[in-house]
């Protein structure tokens, strides 16, 4: 199956007929033979042109983050090929992303570098939670990444960069939206740059009466959310720069029991993110940082207002890297790092147990990154890790690339990547001694994957992109459960499962009309015994989005439009534990921005327009047509 996979990517490459996954960025006339597209930090543990990448990336800028005037990161990411997003109801409820096919805590997330990944939550992001109030840029590198990126790179890394991430002389802003069920949206921002310093402030706070996310009863969930952010850059010396950046947030989401039927349940969130940097020039061709970023996530649950359980977690991560250039175009980085991960849980001891427990693991790593360009047409790049876990045994990871310019306009690329997935502290540790028993025995998952894509500018006004992978997950780890279904635990698979599918991109602009288009399709499979093989749950094999912008009124206003497909998928029935499958479903949401002054913007905007029923989690309801208008003042 293998061979044919790849003998079919080979002779779409040799047709010249594919496509691939590129920039979701708007076209420019500087587009073609001389442009670069830079990768901010995912690429590379240094910054690395996209020509040198060989890897699958998707890059969404801020010019169209302000045409969708998105509020949810879902609301975003939803179509781009490759993710599939698992959402347990309305704003505010767990939207869990899968990447390629993989877990949701198979995926890293970052703001502003800071990996935000949440132990006490089994390693995953809960995208709700993520407001896009101050985010500048998002990138998507696809595809096993913990050379670069530690434990849990296994689908890919997303960065969320914003303004704290990038302060500029940019002007400061004031946003006000309303819409139906009393949503409301208030951020502030300010920055200033100074003779040899910038700083960057915000402000937003978020809240919404919600919908019944059951599918029963009319009670409805609510949701507010309020955070601050900071972001400074100083030149300390001609030679040393001071970066930092901190991200707080708090919040509390109401939510309802798998039963399913209304429940008065709520939880409450606080989070604190960021990072120090210090950088040093020795010379034109070669710099050193040292830095320390913290990840700090407390969740306290509650069933009415009794307190039901808290989860606290802690990564701190320490490193030290230099990077040095030794020929035209080509680098070679080495780096350090120190991970100290905490784990406390809370929750009344009763019949089945004493939930409560603190641990606590460490991991030293060393890597390095180099990129090679031996010929104009050609460049290698190769990361390779190894971590030193006080849990587990030893691990390594490694990612080599080449990169091909066949043509000025077309560039083809091959890579083969192993990622590692540590166990969650719920993995090892268990929940209850009567309901969910850790495995201490449990080890690494590990990743193999092979990949192959292409990068095509067809014109200056259009390009493709395509990439095709094919992954062998060994020693999965999955839940297993007593005859009874009382009692659960986690094991190692015995046997490998396996991930493959082809991606494909296609953006233009035509009368200064923007558009773009992505389809992906994911098989994503683990064994079933001598029963042969089983589709994971929560992962749909085919995704689409089609995305339109539109300028109107000489410029002065924008028309955007996002179509995005989710196709069909399985789940488990948590009432019955038996398979079902959850329709495929289309979401159309659509954004009517006008500028009154340079100052003033207001716009209106539709989420889930044509008001479908979905469900991306059996038993919760997706989230309902929301229609705000809003405004915007820069000063």
């Given amino acids: 199956m293998t061979s044919k996979f790849f003998t079919l990517a080979a002779s779409l490459i040799a047709i010249h007929t594919t496509t691939s996954a590129t920039a979701q960025s708007q076209p420019s006339d500087s587009q073609g033979t001389d442009a670069v597209e830079t990768i901010v930090i995912t690429g590379a543990r240094s910054p690395i042109n996209q020509q040198?990448?060989?890897?699958?990336?998707?890059?969404?800028?801020?010019?169209?983050?302000?045409?969708?005037?998105?509020?949810?990161?879902?609301?975003?990411?939803?179509?781009?090929?490759?993710?599939?997003?698992?959402?347990?109801?309305?704003?505010?409820?767990?939207?869990?992303?899968?990447?390629?096919?993989?877990?949701?805590?198979?995926?890293?997330?970052?703001?502003?570098?800071?990996?935000?990944?949440?132990?006490?939550?089994?390693?995953i992001v809960d995208f709700a939670h993520i407001n896009l109030s101050q985010v500048q840029r998002v990138e998507i590198l696809k595809g096993p990444q913990s050379a670069l990126w530690g434990s849990g790179a296994v689908g890919g890394v997303i960065n969320i960069v914003t303004q704290a991430g990038l302060p500029s002389e940019g002007p400061s802003t004031v946003r006000l939206e309303a819409g139906e069920s009393n949503s409301q949206r208030l951020e502030g921002s300010y920055?200033?740059?100074?003779?040899?310093?910038?700083?960057?402030?915000?402000?937003?706070?978020?809240?919404?009466?919600?919908?019944?996310?059951?599918?029963?009863?009319?009670?409805?969930?609510?949701?507010?959310?309020?955070?601050?952010?900071?972001?400074?850059?100083?030149?300390?010396?001609?030679?040393?720069?001071?970066?930092?950046?901190?991200?707080?947030?708090?919040?509390?989401?109401?939510?309802?029991?798998?039963?399913?039927?209304?429940?008065?349940?709520?939880?409450?969130?606080?989070?604190?993110t960021g990072r120090l940097v210090l950088r040093q020039n020795h010379t034109a061709d070669w710099y050193s940082q040292w830095g320390v970023s913290i990840n700090d996530q407390r969740n306290r649950a509650y069933?009415?207002?009794?307190?039901?359980?808290?989860?606290?977690?802690?990564?701190?991560?320490?490193?030290?890297?230099?990077t040095a250039q030794f020929a035209e175009g080509s680098r070679l980085t080495g780096a350090v790092e120190h991970l100290a991960q905490d784990?406390?849980?809370?929750?009344?001891?009763?019949?089945?147990?004493?939930?409560?427990?603190?641990?606590?693991?460490?991991?030293?790593?060393?890597?390095?990154?180099?990129?090679?360009?031996?010929?104009?047409?050609?460049?290698?790049?190769?990361?390779?890790?190894?971590d030193s876990n006080s849990v587990f045994d030893n691990g390594n990871s490694y990612r080599l690339g080449v990169s091909w310019q066949i043509m000025p306009r077309l560039r083809i690329y091959v890579s083969q990547s192993r990622a590692i997935k540590n166990p969650t502290f719920t993995e090892l540790f268990g929940y209850?001694?009567?309901?969910?028993?850790?495995?201490?025995?449990?080890?690494?998952?590990?990743?193999?994957?092979?990949?192959?894509?292409?990068?095509?500018?067809?014109?200056?006004?259009?390009?493709?992109?395509?990439?095709?992978?094919?992954?062998?997950?060994?020693?999965?780890?999955?839940?297993?459960?007593?005859?009874?279904?009382?009692?659960?635990?986690?094991?190692?698979?015995?046997?490998?499962?396996?991930?493959?599918?082809?991606?494909?991109?296609?953006?233009?602009?035509?009368?200064?009309?923007?558009?773009?288009?992505?389809?992906?399709?994911?098989?994503?499979?683990?064994?079933?015994?001598?029963?042969?093989?089983q589709v994971e749950p929560r992962r749909a094999k085919r995704t689409a989005a089609l995305s339109v912008t539109v300028p109107l009124w000489d410029d002065k206003g924008?028309?955007?439009?996002?179509?995005?497909?989710?196709?069909?998928?399985?789940?488990?029935?948590?009432?019955?534990?038996?398979e079902v499958t959850l329709g495929g479903y289309g979401l159309l949401n659509t954004t009517l921005s006008y500028d009154q002054t340079a100052q003033l913007q207001w716009y209106v905007k539709a989420t889930n327009l044509l008001d479908k029923d979905y469900q991306d989690v059996a038993g919760y309801q997706g989230q309902h047509r929301n229609i705000s208008v809003g405004g915007r003042y820069r000063f």
């Fill in 558 to 578: 924008t028309w955007y439009t996002r179509l995005s497909y989710q196709g069909p998928q399985q789940d488990t029935d948590f009432n019955t534990f038996s």
């Fill in 343 to 386: 784990f406390e849980q809370q929750a009344p001891a009763s019949f089945f147990g004493d939930p409560n427990q603190q641990q606590r693991q460490h991991t030293n790593s060393v890597l390095i990154d180099g990129l090679w360009r031996f010929a104009p047409q050609w460049s290698t790049t190769l990361s390779a890790r190894h």
């Fill in 52 to 123: 040198d990448l060989a890897a699958s990336v998707s890059i969404i800028d801020q010019q169209l983050i302000s045409a969708s005037q998105a509020t949810d990161m879902a609301d975003l990411l939803r179509g781009v090929a490759g993710l599939s997003f698992s959402q347990s109801g309305g704003p505010g409820a767990l939207n869990e992303l899968r990447m390629r096919g993989n877990e949701s805590n198979h995926v890293v997330v970052m703001i502003d570098g800071v990996p935000v990944n949440d132990a006490g939550q089994a390693d």
């Fill in 303 to 322: 069933a009415s207002t009794a307190f039901s359980n808290t989860t606290d977690s802690r990564a701190t991560r320490w490193f030290a890297q230099t």
């Fill in 432 to 533: 209850t001694p009567a309901n969910f028993i850790g495995n201490p025995d449990l080890q690494p998952e590990r990743a193999d994957s092979t990949e192959i894509g292409l990068n095509w500018d067809i014109s200056q006004h259009l390009s493709a992109q395509m990439s095709l992978y094919d992954t062998k997950l060994e020693d999965e780890i999955q839940t297993v459960y007593s005859s009874d279904y009382t009692t659960s635990s986690a094991i190692n698979q015995s046997d490998n499962s396996r991930r493959k599918g082809i991606e494909l991109a296609l953006s233009g602009e035509w009368a200064d009309v923007f558009w773009s288009a992505e389809f992906a399709y994911t098989d994503a499979e683990q064994p079933l015994g001598m029963d042969g093989w």
């Fill in 191 to 272: 920055q200033q740059r100074f003779e040899d310093s910038a700083i960057s402030l915000s402000a937003f706070y978020r809240q919404t009466d919600g919908q019944n996310i059951a599918l029963t009863g009319n009670e409805k969930d609510g949701y507010r959310l309020f955070g601050l952010s900071a972001g400074g850059q100083w030149l300390l010396s001609p030679n040393w720069t001071l970066n930092s950046q901190w991200h707080y947030s708090t919040g509390r989401n109401e939510f309802d029991n798998y039963v399913p039927a209304d429940a008065d349940n709520s939880n409450h969130l606080e989070k604190l």
